[in-house]
């Protein structure tokens, strides 16, 4: 691969390298000198140096959980932008937000606007027994606290405070590689196996590639952090740069030139298709991920009167009582859809179809869309309850002590839906239903090396290669 060498690129990655190799000794600063009670105490510890730092995250989607640039306020999934694995955290907040990059987020009242609800320690701490307690709405457990089997426990504040640092894939993995509910449930192409990836699963992340951090692609300005592959109205066909020299969405033409390969007859491809269709020929190749989520067979309990749970060959649930049936597949073969950067995404306000396939989140683009290229996705499917009166989706509260109306404490969908539907202000019709639900995610982690690459016979058929193979996607 040939990589570019302009004085603009080579400034830029040497100030990201000097970045990300200086880590500052925390261990003697006299403000983590203290006998810290709560998360809190300690980013107000940090901000006496960071001065502006949480001001800086309440401005990026880490934050938020909201579109940038919709001004309609709809769009996100901290509003009713839909989806087929969760559905919505509107009235799920506290196991939801376990994930957000702040503390207490529990209900709509949450202050977006306090500097100490950052929680810096998430993203920073190195010691690696930080830990978000799952129902905790962003909090580590106050006391030793089982969960599903495992053991939370309090966190040592000064010793995680004293051990912040440059973000590590753990910290970033914490989140990301656990989506939706689990290890490799929701993007395909980011599980726990990225960790430390042998050279085979990515050639960019393993130590025996070329060992990149997260940040060497997801570079940050004032906690931006740049790589969102989708957006309202993000072109993801070219490199953007700040003021600061930092690029806003990465594309892998930031580093490899626009022609990078050997041959004319590969560089022709380059304009119209993204490099991931060829170098990323399967997601999931560490570990299965979920492709399928039917909701509709949710409520099975066992004979002690707890859900029921089923667990196929490799340890993953197959079946869930609280959840339904599961599919999970290995080494899956993306989907190609034409894709120009954005999505188009259905809120709890949008028609649907009910004797149709309803996508919650589709690539927009054509062929015909000069600005598109084909491009690689996971489409997890599943069935999702729905309004059946409005024909809309449904929000559904999940969450709950008994008698709140939440479906896994009282088993009740008319309950849980009329609960979530009021979390979100919307009028429930009082009937319900199951629509069949696709959700596409971009495939860009999982990258091969070169000698792994697809075939031209994947997509080229005929005597001459000249018939073009319709896979599962829309060509």
């Known amino acids: 691969m040939k990589v570019r060498t302009t004085a603009r690129i080579a400034l830029v990655c040497l100030a990201l390298a000097t970045a990300a190799t200086a880590q500052t000794d925390h261990r003697e600063f006299d403000e983590l000198q203290r006998d810290f009670q709560s998360g809190e105490e300690v980013t107000q510890a940090c901000l006496e140096c960071h001065e502006d730092a949480a001001k800086d995250v309440h401005a990026t989607i880490h934050w938020t959980w909201r579109e940038p640039g919709d001004e309609t306020g709809q769009i996100g999934k901290a509003a009713v932008t839909m989806n087929n694995f969760c559905i919505n955290i509107n009235s799920n907040w506290k196991r939801c937000t376990s994930c957000h990059a702040g503390y207490g987020w529990k209900d709509a009242t949450f202050d977006f606007t306090r500097e100490d609800k950052v929680d810096c320690l998430v993203c920073h701490e190195q010691t690696g027994t930080y830990k978000k307690f799952p129902k905790g709405a962003g909090y580590p457990a106050k006391e030793p606290t089982k969960f599903n089997g495992k053991m939370f426990n309090p966190p040592e504040w000064g010793t995680v405070a004293q051990s912040v640092g440059a973000p590590s894939r753990n910290n970033c993995g914490v989140c990301h590689f656990y989506g939706g509910g689990g290890d490799a449930v929701k993007h395909g192409d980011l599980d726990s196996t990225l960790k430390t990836p042998e050279r085979?699963?990515?050639?960019?992340?393993?130590?025996?590639?070329?060992?990149?951090?997260?940040?060497e692609c997801h570079t940050t300005n004032k906690h931006q952090i740049a790589g969102r592959q989708y957006g309202l109205a993000a072109s993801m066909m070219t490199?953007?740069?700040?003021?600061?020299?930092?690029?806003?969405?990465?594309?892998c033409e930031s580093c490899h030139e626009a022609a990078p390969h050997e041959t004319a007859e590969l560089n022709a491809h380059v304009d119209r298709v993204a490099c991931q269709s060829c170098h990323i020929p399967a997601f999931a190749r560490g570990q299965a991920t979920k492709m399928w989520w039917d909701w509709s067979d949710a409520g099975q309990k066992d004979a002690d009167g707890r859900p029921k749970v089923v667990k196929g060959d490799d340890g993953k649930p197959v079946y869930h009582g609280k959840k339904g049936t599961f599919r999970w597949q290995k080494d899956v073969a993306?989907?190609?859809?034409?894709?120009?950067?954005?999505?188009?995404?259905?809120?709890?306000?949008?028609?649907?179809?009910?004797?149709?396939?309803?996508?919650?989140?589709?690539?927009?683009?054509?062929?015909?869309d000069g600005d598109a290229k084909l491009w690689p996705f996971k489409v997890h499917r599943g069935m999702t309850p729905y309004d059946a009166g409005r024909r809309t989706m449904a929000v559904p509260k999940l969450i709950g002590k008994p008698g709140t109306g939440a479906y896994w404490a009282d088993w009740d969908w008319d309950a849980a839906i009329a609960k979530g539907m009021k979390s979100v202000g919307v009028e429930y019709s009082g009937e319900y239903g199951f629509v069949k639900t696709a959700y596409a995610y971009p495939v860009t982690h999982m990258v091969a090396p070169k000698e792994n690459t697809t075939a031209c016979t994947a997509c080229h058929v005929g005597d001459d290669g000249g018939d073009l193979k319709v896979g599962l996607g829309e060509f």
């Open 200 to 215: 085979s699963l990515d050639v960019h992340m393993s130590p025996d590639g070329a060992g990149f951090t997260c940040q």
């Open 239 to 251: 490199a953007e740069f700040t003021e600061a020299g930092v690029a806003s969405q990465i594309t």
């Open 334 to 368: 993306p989907e190609f859809y034409w894709y120009d950067g954005t999505m188009a995404v259905v809120t709890v306000h949008d028609r649907v179809d009910p004797d149709a396939e309803n996508w919650l989140q589709k690539p927009n683009g054509s062929a015909d």
